[in-house]
T-cell receptor, first 112, second 109 residues
Framework: DSGVTQTPKHLITATGQRVTLRCSPR?????VYWYQQSLDQGLQFLIQ???????AKGNILERFSAQQFPDLHSELNLSSLELGDSALYFC???????????FGSGTRLTVV | GIQVEQSPPDLILQEGANSTLRCNFS?????LQWFHQNPWGQLINLFY???GTKQNGRLSATTVATERYSLLYISSSQTTDSGVYFC???????????FGKGTRLSVIA
């Protein structure tokens, strides 16, 4: 167990639907990062939150949004889903000093 | 932004063989990590190694920050070592990890 918890582990949904992925960071970590990994691809950075505030944005679609709550857990919302959104979505956390990033086990999203 | 290049992209080994994976990065980094993604998709942190050398069992890693590269050594490979090995770097403190495209390793019995 890495200490970063992601739920659900698997999600199957239809095109056009909306889903929410949840991430609880490792205890004491203030930064949360979301990454997308499409089939046989590398990890693409989506968005970062630090202590409740958006800190950095990567290649995140307008249909996607995220937030970090006061208890530091984060949610990634994906709407108007398309077949191409099928991917592994990872959450990572860190203290915010750049010293060591820990990844959750991922959520595998399948859009049918 | 910072570029991370990994080589080779694919590697096939006979069980028991040794291998060296390379990661080049285009700028000074604050942090460098090696990850193993197993066939089930889990990302496992192998090393946090912004500089110097570390060893963990059959795996070891060396980062030469001044020359902007890192090496991951796998000795006496086993079939369970199969998967994709990613190098990822951080440009400065509180910023996202930037990943290379990975090296896909297949160890054959």
């Amino acid at each position: 167990d890495s200490g970063v918890t992601q739920t659900p582990k698997h999600l199957i949904t239809a095109t056009g639907q909306r889903v929410t992925l949840r991430c609880s960071p490792r205890s004491g970590d203030l930064s949360v990062y979301w990454y997308q990994q499409s089939l046989d691809q590398g990890l693409q950075f989506l968005i970062q939150y630090y202590n409740g505030e958006e800190r950095a944005k990567g290649n995140i679609l307008e249909r996607f949004s995220a937030q970090q709550f006061p208890d530091l857990h984060s949610e990634l919302n994906l709407s108007s889903l398309e077949l191409g959104d099928s991917a592994l979505y990872f959450c990572a956390s860190s203290t915010g000093t750049g010293n060591g990033y820990t990844f959750g086990s991922g959520t595998r999203l399948t859009v049918v | 932004g910072i570029q991370v290049e990994q080589s080779p992209p694919d590697l096939i080994l006979q069980e028991g063989a040794n291998s060296t994976l390379r990661c080049n990065f285009s700028d000074s980094v604050n942090n460098l990590q090696w990850f193993h993604q197993n066939p089930w998709g889990q990302l496992i942190n192998l090393f946090y190694i912004p500089s110097g050398t570390k060893q963990n069992g059959r795996l070891s890693a060396t980062t030469v920050a001044t020359e902007r590269y890192s090496l991951l050594y796998i000795s006496s490979s086993q079939t369970t070592d199969s998967g994709v090995y990613f190098c990822a770097v951080v440009y400065s403190g509180n910023t996202p990890l930037v990943f290379g495209k990975g090296t896909r390793l297949s160890v054959i019995a």
